[in-house]
């Protein structure tokens, strides 16, 4: 599992221990994501499914890309589609994906990468593997987070942020057994490269076998844990946790997490992807490819794509 990574995590800057008298979140639910396919085929876990979206809130679609090794000629995309009234966070850890879309955004990431999409009022994107990934193959792994809007921001301009994975903020647990990425947010005073409308916090953890990650959290905030791979345990309660597994923390001013001492050989530390963020507390209305307030908005949400008036696919350059 490549992302960003270093050579020695001694040499990070450290999170300090989370204080024994600090109240620590517990586990509210455990749940198993289900297994799909989206766009042309390609495999995912639904993180979300069967999951209160009072319990998400802000946060509305979580959903597992791979892990898959395609052989040459399988990797699929997703064909033009709109959005409205959200934004989409496309973080990669294994393989490259392409993006493009109506507002003159786009670009291709890689290991570590993210790409962060507003889509506001209104945009057309597509998502697809490079040619030269669909030609030779080869692994494909990352998530795609939908993080709503409140209502005075689903109107916003559309926006695009291409964050790399070398300025994603980069630290070390206490006793360096874990490494934390920030994508977005802060964590411990440490701040991560994503600018979001809803305040929020966005980590890739990798905790070593047999070692724990405490983390201060903001007690406005949710609290989530998603099993990217790996096993271990959740809350100071040690639920048991595996891949494809959401964990949702109750309140509190604090979460833990730790990995199983003894790890499948193709999994050799347990890989988390940590969400927090201040719910929006506002009726949500969610019809295929928009997220609104009210059916009303969402029906017109379909008349404005059907009628044009989303945005147009870019003429394609010969």
């Known amino acids: 599992m490549p992302a960003i990574t270093v ?139 939908w993080v709503n809007l409140p209502r005075d921001k689903k109107w916003a301009a559309p926006r695009y942020q291409d964050l790399r994975g070398d300025s994603v903020g980069l630290l070390a647990s206490n006793d360096a057994g874990a490494l934390v990425r920030i994508i977005a947010g802060d964590v411990a005073g440490h701040d991560g490269p994503g600018s979001t409308y809803t305040p929020m916090t966005m980590l890739h953890a990798t905790v070593s076998p047999g070692a724990a990650l405490a983390l201060p959290w903001r007690t406005d905030f949710n609290a989530l844990a998603y099993v990217l791979s790996g096993e271990g345990h959740a809350g100071t309660e040690r639920r048991p946790v595996r891949t494809g597994q959401l964990v949702v923390f109750g309140a509190g001013d604090a979460i833990t997490v730790a990995a199983a001492g003894g790890q499948e050989s193709r999994r050799p530390a347990l890989e988390l992807l940590l969400l927090g963020g201040r719910p929006i507390r506002e009726p949500v209305a969610w019809g295929g490819p928009f997220v609104m307030n009210t059916k009303a908005e969402v029906l017109q949400a379909f008349e404005d794509f059907q009628a044009g008036r989303l945005g147009s696919v870019p003429a394609q350059q010969s």
Request: no cysteine.
């Open 7 to 145: 050579d020695d995590v001694t040499t990070l800057g450290r999170i300090a221990a989370v204080d024994a008298a600090v109240r620590q979140r517990p586990v509210r639910s455990v749940t198993t994501a289900p297994s799909g396919f989206e766009g042309e085929g390609f495999p995912v876990r639904r993180a979300f499914a069967g999951v209160d979206l009072s319990d998400l809130d802000p946060f509305v679609h979580l959903d597992q890309m791979g892990e898959v090794d395609y052989a040459p000629g399988e990797p699929k995309g997703t064909a033009w589609h709109p959005h409205r009234g959200f934004e989409t966070v496309t973080y990669l850890v294994d393989g490259t994906f392409e993006h493009q879309d109506s507002n003159g955004g786009g670009g291709l990431i890689t290991n570590g990468d993210t790409q962060w999409m507003t889509a506001g009022k209104g945009i057309l994107h597509i998502e697809k593997p490079p040619e030269a990934l669909v030609t030779s193959g080869g692994l494909f792994h990352g998530v795609q987070l």
